[in-house]
Nanobody, 111 residues
Framework: QVQLVESGGGLVQPGGSLKLSCAASGFTFSNAAMSWYRRAPGKEREFVAKITSRGNTNYTDSVKGRFTISRDNAKNKMYLQMNSLKPEDTAVYYC?????WGQGTQVTVSS
């Protein structure tokens, strides 16, 4: 069965950094496009970043230049490096493949 498990969330001050991880199993990871989405309190889910099987990337405008999506096919893992974090980045972040979502990991940016 498909499993997507996020980790690495936590509390960080504005301007700080955090790196999220997604451990994937149950499908051929190396051939799969993967995405990060997030949901802030009281808001709809929002696309954050995508990486294709070939390593091409796409980001929502609000995180361009601050976030970097990457993958390690040998480890069946995807990552989201988040720098220069802002309070508005506070959300639950989800690893996504097609209709499959992980459980989410909480990121809180506050001083």
């Amino acid at each position: 069965q498909v499993q997507l498990v996020e980790s690495g969330g936590g509390l960080v001050q504005p301007g700080g950094s955090l790196k999220l991880s997604c451990a994937a199993s149950g499908f051929t990871f190396s051939n799969a496009a993967m995405s990060w989405y997030r949901r802030a309190p009281g808001k709809e889910r929002e696309f954050v970043a995508k990486i294709t099987s070939r390593g091409n990337t796409n980001y929502t405008d609000s995180v361009k230049g601050r976030f970097t999506i990457s993958r390690d096919n040998a480890k069946n893992k995807m990552y989201l490096q988040m720098n220069s974090l802002k309070p508005e980045d506070t959300a639950v972040y989800y690893c996504v493949r097609l209709q499959y979502w992980g459980q989410g990991t909480q990121v809180t940016v506050s001083s």
